[in-house]
């Protein structure tokens, strides 16, 4: 699976929309981009994935370049509780081993 | 609801005493994983299994072993707890090996090794 590159930190105010960038520019065709969280002594929350196109849901929307080689995470309204770290993860579902990288803290703040 | 149950959240042991972690789902999915979270690093996969189909990854030490009872229950088993084994574990599913499907963890199971 292709490698993903990530700021290490980031802020926003709460109430903002938080962008959150991610660099995958060795990702092959059949790679989708999958976003996920951690919140601090928490497991691993899926958020979202896609594939080419821009994809929506009630917790994130995932933007995507039409040259697959990055893509933002936007958080609409961010809120205290969506400080974790935010893991990008390029991911073929083939070989079904989801390898996390060392994502990017984000810190809201009041 | 929870989906992957993570028992217990918190577990001590002492060093080199064998523990066992447990881990449930609900979600009748087919393929169960176990990774290792240790302080302010990323989960790294231990091992996983497809059905009853076993897949250990490289560099895992043998020292971790796991069993699938069945589809709803796996286990992860230290052997000899090392100093370097505190971490958390988390364990997660996904319905299939392949496909476009998300994989779903519990809450982990944090270790301490006295």
């Known amino acids: 699976d292709a490698k993903t590159t990530q700021p290490p930190s980031m802020d926003c105010a709460e109430g903002r929309a938080a962008n959150l960038p991610c660099n995958h520019s060795t990702i092959s065709g059949n790679e989708y981009v999958y976003w996920y969280r951690q919140i601090h002594s928490q497991g691993p929350q899926y958020i979202i994935h896609?594939?080419?196109n821009n994809e929506t849901n009630e917790m994130a929307s995932l933007i995507i370049t039409e040259d697959r080689k990055s893509s933002t995470l936007i958080l609409p309204h961010a809120t205290l509780r969506d400080t974790a770290v935010y893991y990008c993860i390029a991911f073929t579902g083939a070989n079904s081993k989801l390898t996390f990288g060392k994502g990017i803290t984000l810190s809201v703040r009041p | 609801d929870a989906m992957v149950i993570q028992n217990p959240r918190y577990q001590v042991t002492q060093f080199g005493k064998p523990v066992t972690l447990s881990c449930s789902q609900t979600?009748?999915?087919?393929?169960m994983y176990w990774y290792q979270q240790k302080s302010s690093q990323a989960p790294k996969l231990l091992f996983h299994?497809?059905?009853?189909?076993?897949?250990n990854e490289a560099d895992t030490p043998d020292n971790f072993q796991s069993r699938r009872p069945n589809t709803s229950f796996c286990f992860l088993d230290i052997r000899s707890p090392g100093l370097g084994d505190a971490a958390m574990y988390l364990c997660?599913?996904?319905?299939?090996?392949?496909?476009?499907?998300?994989?779903?963890f519990g809450d982990g199971t944090r270790l301490s090794i006295l």
């Open positions: 979600l009748n999915h087919n393929v």
């Open positions: 896609g594939l080419k």
């Open positions: 997660a599913t996904r319905k299939t090996r392949t496909g476009n499907q998300p994989q779903h």
């Open positions: 299994y497809y059905d009853k189909d076993f897949n």
